[in-house]
């Protein structure tokens, strides 16, 4: 089954509206993390925004904001005032447990392509 | 902040060959990293788990003697793709996670390594 799923393959928005992107999740590990990045065409992977699943409060990061709704299962990252350079692929990924020498593995979801519009 | 190198960015080798990538954190000491794998416009999809002073833990389907690791310190880790096919072209990324880091601690990513294989 799949862990993290995101359901958009490609979002288009027009400049400094905001945007959001989806994301599920699957586990029964009470204890996770969930993780947005950003990676444009260079590849690099941007750290943008972590919620930990004992998190009360949504995360947010500037213009990043993370809507976390714990019994649907649902992480969705939300883009605020999006800029031309918001353009890229954006994953949402899952670190499940607390430790062991596997710790900090990430789950990736597929991705959403991220299209910015003047 | 917290630096992975990753290197080469490109390589370009004949099929036979075969290429090693490094991966190393600056300014850390990183006793677990990570090597992704990426199509694209797909998903990563996680290698192996390199662990300093032991040996690698690989995901189902990865093969071993193909793709050997070393993590022979606690700031280097090395992925070698060994008899290289064309269909080992991707991109490879690699992926540290701080020793000090807490829970919340994003992993710090390379800037990946693009192999191409003629």
């Known amino acids: 089954a799949q862990k993290i799923t995101q359901t958009q393959p490609g979002m288009f928005v027009q400049e400094k509206e905001a945007v959001t992107l989806d994301c599920t999740y699957d586990t029964s590990d009470p204890s996770y993390g969930l993780f947005w990045y950003k990676q444009p065409s260079s590849g690099e992977m941007i750290f943008l925004i972590y919620?930990?699943?004992?998190?009360?409060q949504n995360a947010t990061e500037g213009r990043y904001s993370l809507n976390f709704q714990k019994a649907r299962k649902s992480a969705n990252l939300v883009i605020s005032a999006s800029q031309l350079g918001d353009s890229a692929m954006y994953f949402c990924a899952m670190r499940e447990g607390q430790g062991g020498t596997s710790y900090g593995k990430l789950t990736f979801g597929q991705g959403t392509i991220l299209t910015v519009h003047p | 902040g917290a630096v992975v190198s990753q290197h080469p960015s490109r390589v370009i080798c004949k099929s036979g060959t075969s290429v090693k990538i490094e991966c190393r954190s600056l300014?850390?000491?990183?006793?677990?990293m990570f090597w992704y794998r990426q199509f694209p416009k797909q998903s990563l999809m996680l290698m192996a788990t390199?662990?300093?002073?032991?040996?690698?833990?690989?995901e189902q389907g990865v093969e071993k003697d193909k793709f050997l690791i070393n993590h022979a310190s606690l700031t280097l880790s090395t992925l070698t793709v060994t008899s290289a096919h064309p269909e080992d072209s991707s991109f490879y990324i690699c992926?540290?996670?701080?020793?000090?880091?807490?829970?919340?601690?994003?992993?710090?990513f390379g800037n990946g390594t693009r192999l191409t294989v003629t």
């Open positions: 919620q930990g699943s004992y998190d009360q």
């Open positions: 992926s540290a996670r701080d020793i000090m880091g807490q829970g919340g601690s994003p992993l710090h």
């Open positions: 300014d850390f000491q990183a006793t677990t």
């Open positions: 390199s662990n300093e002073g032991s040996k690698a833990t690989y």
